[in-house]
Nanobody, 117 residues
Framework: QVQLVESGGGLVQAGGSLRLSCVAS????????MGWYRQVPGKQRESVAL???????DYDDSVKGRFTISRDNAENSLYLQMNSLKPEDTAVYYC???????????WGQGTQVTVSS
């Protein structure tokens, strides 16, 4: 099992920026995919940005050009730089790691991001 520890959420005005961080520990040898998801009350969790171990990246259209995902494989860390934030970005953001050896998926506890108008 992989343990994920997140940080960086908070309150920000529209147009501002936040940087989310996630550190993975535990059975991390075969983590082939990491990413950020977000969820609002009453809706399903949705993918925001994904990155593979080979640094291939994919973004949801709603954040493309504003958010940047990065992964430091040596440090087992994941980041999400969020710029030009909009109120619709308000959600609980979760770090995700997929272990390709089992397979299994691990989640962080989530961090609240609130963007005011």
């Amino acid at each position: 099992q992989v343990q994920l520890v997140e940080s960086g959420g908070g309150l920000v005005q529209a147009g501002g920026s936040l940087r989310l961080s996630c550190v993975a520990s535990g059975s991390i040898k075969n983590i082939g995919l990491m990413g950020w998801y977000r969820q609002v009350p009453g809706k399903q969790r949705e993918s925001v940005a994904l990155v593979t171990s080979s640094d291939r990246k994919d973004y949801d259209d709603s954040v493309k050009g504003r958010f940047t995902i990065s992964r430091d494989n040596a440090e087992n860390s994941l980041y999400l730089q969020m710029n030009s934030l909009k109120p619709e970005d308000t959600a609980v953001y979760y770090c995700m790691a997929a272990d390709t050896s089992v397979p299994s998926v691990s989640w962080g506890q989530g961090t609240q991001v609130t963007v005011s108008s």
